[in-house]
């Protein structure tokens, strides 16, 4: 009987042979950014990647998604390796599109190169596993472009902001079980596992004013502008009474000031963002901003539209998938692998909602710089610590999960507990996605 050890040595044999074309992969997504849902030329590698390893993809999955089955012996739990296709905007990053501003620097394109990757490995072996694997290249991790894509949801287009929550409220994760992916990290972490991450939600935001001549008559306008930024005020004054344990982030854009700047403003357009590490954390912080917008209103005697939607739920990876793959981690780099459980849970990811359905683990892997993600120099410049060392755990790690009858992932299921149904996700959401006009009264008032 072939040991488990045997399957992974030819896995990563494979791998190893496939080191060029990976690398390639990660390196090309890289030059070609593309942002969240519009990710069609991406798709399109990721298609033809699928098709080169014997896939018959299914293509188009909340816009953008891409999904192949590899086949295992028998019927058992189906593992996903997921790679998020979607780029930032960073108009000044060395690789960004100079026509949109998209840029990979958050490393996503390692993540499509080392789910396929792990595929190449992986097919080598499917005959030998008691259970499918799932390759998934996903949409729209990045919560930007907010107004565009709540655009589309108000045009019945898109439920969510994110990819994940997309895919799985069309029931695209309903046949699979357990989920992972390898998200960049920064040089000084070779590999490591246990990071949390915070929940947030999206809101889009625009006042309404009165526009009038901003030097002969200022008085018979009301200022959108103004109103925003007071409420920016009053936001910042609630900075200070956030919990600590919330770990609240509140981040803005004005997206729409005025018109022309001999008017007082009548219309004003915020977007934003508000982080924190649970649902009622989320929540409390909401109901501060909303207070904070009202009473920007409330004073200029504007009024103003607060649309609120789930972004992200709270993330944490899953504790039994992590002592599967741990063990593979330490494996490819000793004690460079690394535990970030205590590591302070400032971002979000929408691996949090896949987390709300099913286990699931995101290990980080160098991208070989030390720069900030989501600044202007991080970008993968070590394709193999960032796409190839990955492709390995995770391939070793579906292989330790699916061997022998998928002992080990009915014990990561069991050890688990109960998961939310897509139902169950779907009420979460659309309870917390709110839509309000408060009038500050002064719009109905003689000019
Ligand atoms: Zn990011
Ligand atoms: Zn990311």
Same mark, same amino acid.
């Given at each position: ?15 190893? @042979? ?32 699928? =098709? ?14 891409? =999904? ?100 799985? @409220? ?78 609240? @982030? ?32 989320? =929540? ?52 460079? &692998? ?39 120099? &991080?970008?993968? =410049? ?66």
């Amino acid at each position: 009987m072939t040991s488990v050890d045997d399957i992974k040595a030819r896995v990563c044999e494979a791998i190893d @042979r496939a080191a060029d074309r990976i690398t390639a992969l990660s390196d090309d997504i890289l030059r070609h950014p593309e942002t969240g849902y519009k990710e069609t030329r991406t798709s399109g590698v990721v298609v033809e990647q699928m =098709k080169q390893l014997g896939l018959d993809p299914q293509t188009g999955l909340a816009r953008t998604g891409v =999904k192949g089955r590899l086949r295992g012996r028998s019927q058992g739990p189906t593992v996903a390796v997921v790679g998020e296709l979607d780029s930032l905007i960073i108009p000044d990053h060395p690789f960004a599109d100079p026509v949109t501003g998209a840029a990979h620097a958050c490393g996503h394109n390692a993540q499509i190169a080392s789910m396929i990757g792990a595929g190449i490995g992986l097919a080598e072996v499917s005959g030998e596993l008691d259970g499918d694997v799932v390759l998934f290249a996903v949409p729209a991790e990045e919560c930007i472009e907010v107004d565009w894509r709540l655009g589309l949801r108000d045009q019945g287009e898109l439920h969510h902001t994110a990819g994940k929550a997309e895919l799985i @409220r069309a029931g695209h994760f309903d046949d699979v079980d357990l989920a992972m992916l390898t998200h960049a990290g920064p040089a000084m972490l070779p590999m490591g596992v246990g990071a949390n991450a915070n929940g947030s939600l999206v809101k889009r935001i625009r006042f309404h004013g009165r526009s009038a001549h901003a030097g002969a008559a200022p008085w018979a306008g009301v200022s959108a502008y103004k109103a925003a930024t007071v409420a920016i005020a009053a936001i910042d004054a609630h900075r200070e009474m956030f919990r600590d344990e919330d770990g609240v @982030r509140v981040h803005h854009l004005i997206t729409h000031a005025g018109d022309a700047v001999t008017a007082i403003p009548a219309r004003t357009d915020m977007e934003m963002l508000i982080r924190a590490r649970t649902i009622e954390g989320m =929540k409390r912080a909401s109901e501060q901003v909303d207070r904070a917008l009202r009473g920007g209103a409330l004073a200029m005697g504007a009024d103003v539209e607060i649309t609120t939607a789930v972004s992200f739920l709270p993330f944490s990876d899953d504790a039994a998938l992590v002592e599967v793959l741990e063990p593979n981690g330490r494996a490819l780099v000793g004690d460079g &692998f690394v535990d970030l459980k205590d590591l302070a849970a400032g971002g979000s990811t929408d691996m949090g909602d896949l987390g709300s359905v099913m286990p699931v683990v995101q290990p980080i892997a160098s991208c070989g710089t030390d720069a900030v993600a989501h600044g202007n120099a &991080f970008y993968t =410049k070590d394709h193999v610590a960032a796409a190839v060392l990955p492709a390995k755990v995770m391939a070793m790690t579906v292989v330790d999960l699916l061997v022998d009858g998928a002992a080990r992932a009915r014990k990561v299921l069991d050890a688990g507990g109960p998961k939310m149904t897509r139902q169950e996700f779907v009420d979460l959401h659309d309870s917390l996605s709110t839509d309000e006009r408060f009038s500050g009264g002064g719009l109905s008032a003689e000019a």
